[in-house]
T-cell receptor
């Protein structure tokens, strides 16, 4: 079955540091890849996505590139802020059997803490 | 607009109560989902509705009963829950076929 592996953390960085959160996946077909962010006490917000190999998703200074050859989708940001403190989930989706909708497969989540 | 709304935000119920969670979206999405999330864990899929029909049930106990009355609404009926069912319940919607899922803010449920 499909699976997603990501570093769990917590990851603690100082403000303005460079961020990388690693994510690798296994899938039977050609999945779409996502990063979701969850702030304390809230639901999941879509941060960025990529639907095919070599696509780069970007949003709010975050970037991730769909690398089929290494089955990876690492999240990066050049200069983090205290407001980026949250839990980040890497996820994939594939078309379900019969062509219908299917649930997301999530990594375990990475708790990011940014200190001033 | 990519908004999914959920009510109530918080719910406390006893083990003999019956309650319902509600989810609504107006993005024209024809796939809707219920997930359960325990603290410090990723969401776990419970149910998928596609074109208002239940297409996936991840072996969820019968004390959870989903309902999709129309293409915009999704309910989760709760009855005789256990304390271990306390969690954040998240609703999501998407176009069918592996498309991006948009999540609501969740209902935080406490079962006493």
């Amino acid at each position: 079955g499909d699976s997603v592996t990501q570093m769990e953390g917590p990851v603690t960085l100082s403000e303005e540091a460079f961020l990388t959160i690693n994510c690798t996946y296994t899938a039977t077909g050609y999945p779409s890849l996502f990063w979701y962010v969850q702030y304390p006490g809230e639901g999941l917000q879509l941060l960025l996505k990529a639907t095919k190999a070599d696509d780069k998703g970007s949003n709010k200074g975050f970037e991730a590139t769909y690398r089929k050859e290494t089955t990876s989708f690492h999240l990066e940001k050049g200069s983090v802020q205290v407001s980026d403190s949250a839990v980040y989930f890497c996820a994939l989706s594939e078309v379900g059997s019969g062509g219908g909708a299917d649930g997301l497969t999530f990594g375990k989540g990475t708790h990011l803490i940014i200190q001033p | 607009d990519t908004e999914v709304t959920q009510t109530p935000k918080h719910l406390v119920m006893g083990m003999t109560n019956k309650k319902s969670l509600k989810c609504e979206q107006h993005m024209g999405h024809r796939a809707m989902y219920w997930y359960k999330q325990k603290a410090k864990k990723p969401p776990e899929l419970m149910f998928v509705y596609s074109y208002e029909k239940l297409s996936i049930n991840e072996s969820v106990p019968s004390r959870f009963s989903p309902e999709c009355p129309n293409s915009s609404l999704l309910n989760l009926h709760l009855h005789a829950l256990q304390p271990e069912d306390s969690a954040l319940y998240l609703c999501a919607s998407s176009r069918p076929g592996g498309e991006t899922q948009y999540f609501g803010p969740g209902t935080r449920l406490l079962v006493l």
